[in-house]
T-cell receptor, first 116, second 108 residues
């Protein structure tokens, strides 16, 4: 079975440019999560969706960040305009969330983002 | 929110040695996962273990939910076990909170 698929794997761009990260969750999973990993702050949750609806975006650092999930098989995380401090590895994870139960989250391979 | 602490922060082992990594969490949890981040940066699911004991080959994990800790055991360590081990948990919600990790280096 295919896991969580993220693209691109690496992105290098100049400060001020728009960056779009993409994620395809595991088929049948109805929860999707975006995380960011930095040396200073470790792994932290940015936003998550249940059934394509954003539930908690309290981890989104500022208005330059936005995330969408137009359908059950696709999500984007956008940064506009990008800044050097946004350089990090961004992970997407998905999970099947049946009513009344908790299942493990499965992570993609991440996107390594460098803003020059 | 929930706090997750891991120990030790780093560990150097000789190949073939055994080790125990610890994860303490500050609240009741409904989800606890152990991950291995390999040198390529991939987060590999090791265990989903909110309670009880599980084993997978040379690795095993135990979570004592009532005492708010989990242990990851690595036996007969190999150089390919090197990397960072993360514990992550959530407390009656969806937000996984990660510990700072244990950096493991296995020397041949």
């Amino acid at each position: 079975d295919a896991g969580v698929i993220q693209s691109p794997r690496h992105e290098v761009t100049e400060m001020g440019q728009e960056v779009t990260l993409r994620c395809k969750p595991i088929s049948g999973h109805n929860s999707l999560f975006w995380y960011r990993q930095t040396m200073m702050r470790g792994l932290e949750l940015l936003i998550y969706f249940n059934n394509n609806v954003p539930i908690d975006d309290s981890g989104m650092p500022e208005d330059r960040f936005s995330a969408k999930m137009p359908n059950a098989s696709f999500s984007t995380l956008k940064i506009q305009p990008s800044e050097p401090r946004d350089s990090a590895v961004y992970f997407c994870a998905s999970r099947q969330t049946p009513t009344g139960a908790v299942q493990p989250q499965h992570f993609g391979d991440g996107t390594r983002l460098s803003i020059l | 929110g929930i706090q997750v602490e891991q120990s030790p922060p780093d560990l150097i082992l000789q190949e073939g040695a055994n080790s125990t990594l610890r994860c303490n969490f500050s609240d009741s949890v409904n989800n606890l996962q152990w991950f291995h981040q390999n040198p390529w940066g991939q987060l590999i699911n090791l265990f989903y273990i909110p309670s009880g004991t599980k084993q997978n080959g040379r690795l095993s994990a135990t979570t004592v939910a009532t005492e708010r800790y989990s242990l990851l055991y690595i036996s007969s360590s190999q150089t390919t076990d090197s990397g960072v081990y993360f514990c992550a948990s959530s407390s009656y919600g969806n937000k996984l909170v990660f510990g700072a990790g244990t950096i493991l280096r296995v020397k041949s």
